[in-house]
């Protein structure tokens, strides 16, 4: 796979060039060069989660103003208590409408940063048995 960022393949360059004793600098780089990449993922999880919201928001956004409209022109009505109970029963779906709504998009930001976290917790994961397998060759 290549490198999707060409400054760190030229500072793994830089740095393989001096010798520290005891250091596998290219194990090292290799490590952080994951953690990039890793970092890169949670990012471009957490943007398209971010498109998806806001993809969303605007469908229920498009679809409350329709209704409206449609409510509008029904409740032109003559009779007053018709009217009233209309309206009230307009104002209560649109109540429970907004609450579904509002727990559909608080579950897609649940589920985006679920995904995003995924990814970091994998590469803490992998850094965590990279560092044991390290210390059992000592």
Do not use: W
Request: with cysteine.
């Amino acid at each position: 796979m290549a490198t999707p960022f060409p400054c760190i393949t030229d500072f793994s360059k830089m740095l393989e060039s001096f010798k520290f004793p005891g250091v596998d600098m290219t194990s090292l780089l290799e490590a952080r060069r994951k953690d990039v990449e890793a970092l890169a993922e949670a990012n471009a999880l957490a943007y398209e989660g971010m498109q998806a919201l806001v993809r969303k928001q605007t469908e229920m956004l498009n679809a409350s103003a329709h209704e409206i409209q449609a409510a509008a022109g029904r409740m032109g009505g003559e009779d007053p208590t018709e009217s009233m109970a209309e309206r009230g029963a307009f104002i209560q779906q649109s109540l429970q409408t907004a609450f579904e709504n509002m727990r559909e998009l608080a579950e897609m930001a649940q589920k985006s940063q679920t995904e995003a976290l995924a990814a970091i917790s994998r590469r803490a994961e992998q850094t965590m048995r990279e560092l044991k397998a390290l210390a059992n060759r000592t």
